[in-house]
Nanobody, 125 residues
Framework: QVQLVESGGGLVQAGGSLRLSCTAS????????MGWFRQAPGKEREFVAS????????YYRAFARGRFTISRDNGKNTVYLQMNSLKPEDTAVYYC??????????????????WGQGTQVTVSS
C-alpha cells in the first residue's frame, strides 16, 4: 500500500510562488511516473504535470508550461511542483498521484492508482 501526502499549499497573492511537495510512505515511488492534478470548486479534476520515474522526462498542460515545474527526489521519495507567477484561476486543491503506466505523458485520472488527500492553493487578486 502507498500513502501520498501533499504539503506546501496556502494563500498567496497573484504573481507569487508556492512549492508543493508530495511524499510517499509505505512503498517507494522510484519506479513510477508521478502526476499532479488540481480541482477547483464545481469543476472536474484536471491534469497539471507529470514526471517519469527518474525525472528525465516531464510533461505539462498548456496553462502550466513556463510557470510550473515538476521535479522529484527519489532519495527522499518526494515529488515537487514549483508554481510561479500564480494567478487567481490557479486556485484549487492540488493532488499528487502515482501511475503504473511506464510512460511520461499520463493525463487521465483513471490511469492513476494512488492519490494523496490534496492541499489547498488559494491565489488572491
Amino acid at each position: 500500500q502507498v500513502q501520498l501526502v501533499e504539503s506546501g499549499g496556502g494563500l498567496v497573492q497573484a504573481g507569487g510562488s508556492l512549492r508543493l511537495s508530495c511524499t510517499a510512505s509505505g512503498r517507494t515511488l522510484n519506479s513510477y511516473t508521478m502526476g499532479w492534478f488540481r480541482q477547483a470548486p464545481g469543476k472536474e479534476r484536471e491534469f497539471v504535470a507529470s514526471i517519469n520515474w527518474n525525472g528525465a522526462s516531464t510533461y505539462y498542460r498548456a496553462f502550466a508550461r513556463g510557470r510550473f515545474t515538476i521535479s522529484r527526489d527519489n532519495g527522499k521519495n518526494t515529488v515537487y511542483l514549483q508554481m510561479n507567477s500564480l494567478k487567481p484561476e490557479d486556485t484549487a486543491v492540488y493532488y499528487c498521484a502515482r501511475t503504473s503506466r511506464p510512460i511520461t505523458i499520463v493525463t487521465m485520472t483513471r490511469d492513476y492508482d494512488y492519490w494523496g488527500q490534496g492541499t489547498q492553493v488559494t491565489v488572491s487578486s
